[in-house]
């Protein structure tokens, strides 16, 4: 089997074809499920690798490229969806279709292109099979729950006995690797509530029951719940995002109803639960204080992402050997974003891998961060993902 070096070598020999196809894949952005034009380009890119199987809710792409011996399978996952976002990069290949590839996706794609490539061009030397997941709707649309209800990880004819994924970031030094065994990115999930009233005349509240009131007095008692009820070192995070009441030509009319919405995150089941018992019960009895009805809504959430413990000792080890002692970043805490590459890992054990992708100009802790108009990655660092991924697949079959 190749040696880390000679590995990120051969890598680097893909690198302007990688670069190319992450550029194409960058101008072509694609929202949510339905990503045909992504998934064109992908197949294009790895015809002939392996055995090819499309999703049928969504389209996904997975690969099996089987390998000489008999052995187990790995999992690689990349996804494929953009943000509606409105790219403000000035980047010669910038997307002008409204949507964007903010959060480096289209690397992570021209990443595991670049693994599949490398080991196909090895798979005589596997000691089992490799499956590459092409994965749209992570951005909220739950995209790996359905590959998974599709029976995506079955393809081989077993289930894969390791995971992993990786995830570039502008907030890391570029060819950083980052990561941390237990929780590493919180469950994301949204909450929805709405106060029913009777409208009525600004002068004269007393005849009306205004929502106004108290949709922002349920807002302050949320903040103080969490304070006062949750575990500081245990977080739970509640942000509102918008309110709605009324309209904004006129303010002396009281509004039937108000309505707020916040998204929600947490690093543990146990406070998943929690919350969704304790919030409804407050909204519902600050409402019945005001002689109100109030409707309270969760969304479905990611869950919270789990790194397998021995999984996250593979990648320590074979960070170290492809950027050295120095390149390996250990995590402290874990972030607040969310990622369903959790549902993979609640199947598979596993790990999800943090890259640094900040192109060296700009300082990274004061860069745009991943989903902003503004984010730019450095595609350099493809070689390194793609030899990532290989790595932590070989460490399993070699």
């Not at 690397?107 to 080991?119: E, F, R, S, T």
């Not at 030397?125 to 590459?132: H, Q, W």
């Not at 719940?225 to 739970?236: C, G, M, R, T, Y």
Request: hydrophobic share 45%; charged share 20%; with cysteine.
């Amino acid at each position: 089997m190749l040696d880390s070096k000679a590995l990120l070598a051969e890598a680097a020999g893909w690198a302007q074809t990688l670069i190319g196809i992450r550029r194409e894949l960058h101008q072509i952005p694609e929202f949510a499920l339905d990503l045909p034009k992504t998934q064109a380009r992908i197949l294009a890119a790895i015809e002939g690798l392996g055995e090819i199987t499309l999703g049928k809710d969504l389209t996904s792409i997975a690969l099996v490229i089987r390998g000489g011996k008999p052995g187990p399978t790995v999992l690689l996952r990349a996804d494929m969806d953009a943000l509606k976002v409105e790219e403000e990069t000035g980047l010669e290949y910038a997307s002008t279709n409204g949507f964007m590839h903010a959060c480096g996706h289209d690397l992570h794609m021209a990443g595991a292109i670049g693994a599949a490539q490398i080991l196909a061009s090895h798979k005589d030397e596997l000691n089992g099979d490799v499956l590459i997941w092409f994965q749209p709707g992570e951005e909220g649309h739950h995209g790996a729950d359905v590959m998974i209800e599709e029976g995506m990880l079955e393809l081989t004819g077993s289930r894969p006995v390791a995971a992993y994924g990786l995830h570039v970031f502008t907030s890391l030094p570029l060819g950083a690797i980052a990561c941390k065994p237990g929780p590493l990115m919180a469950s994301a999930g949204d909450l929805h509530v709405t106060f029913h009233g009777s409208g009525g005349h600004g002068s004269m509240p007393w005849l009306s029951k205004d929502p106004v009131t108290p949709m922002v007095e349920a807002i302050t008692a949320l903040q103080n719940l969490i304070n006062k009820s949750f575990d500081q070192f245990d977080p739970v995070i509640l942000n509102v995002g918008w309110i709605r009441a009324g309209d904004d030509a006129t303010t002396n009319v009281i509004a039937d109803s108000a309505s707020f919405g916040a998204t929600v995150r947490t690093f543990s089941e146990v406070n998943t639960k929690k919350l969704h018992e304790l919030a409804p019960k407050l909204i519902h009895s600050i409402a019945d204080g005001f002689g109100l009805s109030a409707e309270v809504e969760f969304g479905r959430a990611t869950k919270v992402l789990m790194n397998d413990p021995a999984s996250v000792e593979r990648v320590e080890r074979v960070a170290k050997s492809l950027v050295g002692e120095a390149g390996y970043v250990p995590m402290q805490n874990p972030i607040a974003g969310g990622e369903d590459f959790a549902s993979i890992v609640a199947e598979v054990p596993g790990a999800f891998v943090f890259v640094g992708a900040c192109p060296p100009e700009i300082d990274y802790q004061t860069a745009p961060t991943n989903h902003s108009a503004k984010a730019t990655f450095d595609d350099s660092v493809l070689p390194l993902c793609s030899a990532l991924l290989v790595s932590l697949a070989m460490e399993h079959l070699g």
